[in-house]
């Protein structure tokens, strides 16, 4: 099964940019991936899938500001011009080949 | 545009069931694209899928092994929705409890989501 690593925490300042890592565990290298911001005391939104050649589609909605891309095993996030309403969990999702969901443990982003 | 609507009790004695239910609109239940999953959250847990439930022909359910034993899902045609019942909870299983919609492997919709705790 999947195993989805991400940092605990990230921070950057009103009006930069940041990008946020998620990485697959190995032999999952190829796998497809689901990032979801969670805003806090709201339920998670989907932002876009990932794909393993960096292609991404985002939710409807979803600012410009946020893109994807992938790097081997590291799928990640990217968010720029930041606004203060982007501070958020930040959680990746993939699926094992039974179908089973897996999550990753979320990023909690600040803006400074 | 989907919605999804949860309901059921957020207090549950230990031991006893935990019943919750999501109500579709703007989607079929028994649609041949989508599937219906239960995700929980916890501070300990962080976000932790819990399983689904889907249509292709006939009904299909995938569990988390870590529930797998306890749980069911069901699925109401009439009423346009579907429901997870958790047997035997304990204190570990109080969590924010969401629904969400799976078209495809994205997890495009969800709840809002329904805080149990468990209790006597």
């Known amino acids: 099964q999947p195993v989805l690593t991400q940092s605990p925490s990230a921070s950057a300042p009103l009006g930069a940019s940041v990008k946020l890592t998620c990485t697959l565990s190995?032999?999952?290298?190829?796998?497809?991936i689901t990032w979801h911001q969670q805003r806090p005391e709201k339920g998670p939104q989907y932002l876009m899938k990932?794909?393993?050649?960096?292609?991404?589609s985002k939710g409807d909605g979803i600012p410009d500001r946020f893109s994807g891309s992938s790097s081997g095993a590291e799928r990640y996030v990217s968010i720029s011009r930041l606004q203060s309403e982007d501070e958020a969990d930040y959680y990746c999702?993939?699926?094992?080949?039974?179908?089973?969901?897996?999550f990753g443990g979320g990023t909690k982003l600040t803006v400074l | 545009q989907v919605q999804l609507q949860q309901s059921g009790p957020g207090l549950v004695k230990p031991s006893q069931t935990l019943s919750l239910t999501c109500a579709i609109s703007?989607?079929?239940?028994?649609?041949?694209?989508?599937?219906w999953n239960w995700i929980r959250q916890s501070p300990s847990r962080g976000l932790e899928w819990l399983g689904r439930?889907?249509?292709?022909?006939?009904?299909?359910?995938d569990y988390a092994v870590s529930v797998k034993s306890r749980i069911t899902f069901n699925a109401d045609t009439s009423k346009n929705q579907f429901s997870l019942q958790l047997n035997s909870v304990t204190p570990d299983d109080a969590a924010v409890y969401y629904c969400?919609?799976?078209?495809?492997?994205?997890?495009?919709?969800w709840g809002q989501g329904i805080l149990v705790t468990v209790s006597s």
């Open positions: 703007g989607d079929s239940v028994s649609s041949n694209t989508a599937a």
């Open positions: 990932v794909n393993s050649d960096g292609s991404h």
């Open positions: 190995s032999g999952h290298s190829t796998y497809a």
């Open positions: 439930t889907f249509y292709r022909s006939k009904w299909y359910n």
């Open positions: 999702q993939t699926w094992d080949a039974r179908g089973i969901g897996v």
């Open positions: 969400a919609r799976d078209l495809g492997g994205f997890l495009l919709s």
